[in-house]
């Protein structure tokens, strides 16, 4: 099953008497632990894209699925909730809390998650097959790391795994601009998430700060994290295995990328953050495997 599965996705902005397509008809499909890079023209539709799958947006017509959900049955917190515990977003701006510690910007997506328990309705899948797919949802009020100690334990553990174990009480402005990214990156990975959205995550870096960010989002999905990038630089794309194409709101080239090691232009650089990522990504418990 598809991690991502988008029909036919149309988002149509109106703004006065003019209407935009931002999106024109966008299918695709991307499977569990892939690493895709998404490019286009500026205005090409890539970041109403990533909105759509990231659950910050519903498209106009068309159907999204994410691990097997359809987005647009989901409730308002039902979307909130997989969206909290199914995605970790990255941005260009790093968009960290001025000043808060690099710790607790890690730690502050943990206040809001939420387990989602989800039990099959026995009753009704008895009766008739229609019914049997019937789920009840539930939102469970329980917090996963529920005192502020386990919180701020476990963003500890995802700065340590970005290489910034030695940076934990800085504040954003004492961290150079490549760290400052690598804070948003462990505050993307703080709930477990299956899938890292990335829009323009080295549009703010010099070009060896971007390699380091793109070696460390490498690694991670070497580590099984499904990673998308939406970037405008070629060289930041070749990190990708897959590279989709946008242009004026449609996929107009969607190609598997030569491995790295084959293109010796373009050979990832060995950076620190790289070899300072030590523990694996999904090493520790799924959500509810041992809260609940
Ligand atoms: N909230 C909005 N209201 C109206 N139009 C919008 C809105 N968001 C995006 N658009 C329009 O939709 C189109 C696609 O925008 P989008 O931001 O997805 O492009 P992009 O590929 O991410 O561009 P860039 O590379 O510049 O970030 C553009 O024409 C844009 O002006
Ligand atoms: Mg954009």
Redo the contacts with the bound molecule.
């Keep these: 099953m598809a991690l991502i599965d988008t029909r036919e996705l149309i ?1 149509t ?3 006065g008497e003019q209407v ?1 397509n ?2 024109n008809g966008v299918s695709i499909s991307i499977d569990d632990g892939e690493f895709v890079a998404i490019v ?12 759509m799958i990231g659950c910050l947006d519903l498209p106009t017509s068309g159907t999204y699925h994410l691990a097997g959900e359809n987005v647009a049955e989901l409730t308002a917190d039902e979307l909130a909730d997989l969206r909290n515990r199914r995605i970790g977003f990255v941005f260009q701006q790093f968009n960290l809390l001025a000043r808060t510690s690099a710790l607790e910007n890690v730690a502050m997506p943990l206040l809001y998650t939420r387990e989602l328990e989800v039990s099959k309705d026995t009753q009704a899948s008895a009766q008739t097959t229609t019914q049997a797919s019937t789920q009840t949802k539930r939102l469970k009020t329980k917090k996963r790391y529920a005192t502020k100690d386990e919180r701020l334990a476990h963003a500890k553990m995802r700065l340590e795994q970005v290489g910034l174990g030695e940076r934990l009480y800085n504040t954003p402005a004492q961290l150079s601009g490549g760290q400052q990214q690598r804070v948003a990156i462990a505050r993307a990975l703080v709930n477990d998430p299956d899938l890292i959205l990335a ?2 995550p080295t549009g703010a870096l010099d070009s060896k700060t971007s390699a380091e960010v793109m070696a460390l989002l490498t690694e991670l999905n070497h580590q099984g994290m499904t990673v998308i990038v ?1 970037t ?1 630089e070629a060289d930041v794309a070749a990190y990708a295995r897959r590279t989709i194409t ?1 242009k004026d ?1 449609q996929v107009i080239s969607d190609q598997i990328n030569p491995p790295m090691n084959s293109r010796s232009a373009k050979e990832p650089i060995h950076s620190g953050a790289q070899s300072e990522v030590k523990s694996e990504v999904k090493s520790e418990a799924q959500p509810g495997a041992q809260h609940d």
């Design positions: 988002k902005y109106g703004v935009v931002a999106l286009g023209a500026s205005g090409s539709g890539k970041s109403t894209f990533m909105n829009d323009e939406v405008h946008f709101g």
